[in-house]
């Protein structure tokens, strides 16, 4: 088991799973420029996931506390 502090431990699991989520989110952010999001889902499907995502992004990043302002979401266009 690992030593230190289960606060210490809590804040590495989190920022590891923020991480997770913010690549996630830039992802989707590189199918809606690309348009390739086309490829893979209608246009209702993929609004309904990027909603999905930019909150689990926001949730994430709320666990974590507050995000410095160079570390804080772009917005997001809608799909169409």
Do not use: C, K
Request: glycine share 4%; proline share 5%; net charge positive.
């Amino acid at each position: 088991m690992p030593a230190g502090h289960p606060a210490q431990s809590l804040d590495m699991v989190i920022e590891r799973w923020r991480a997770l989520a913010r690549n996630r989110h830039a992802y989707y952010l590189e199918l809606l420029q690309s348009g390739r999001w086309r490829h893979y889902f209608n246009e209702q499907q993929f609004a309904e996931r990027l909603r999905d995502v930019v909150a689990s992004t926001r949730a994430w990043d709320g666990l974590a506390g507050n995000a410095p302002a160079s570390d804080r979401l772009p917005e997001t266009r809608s799909a169409a």
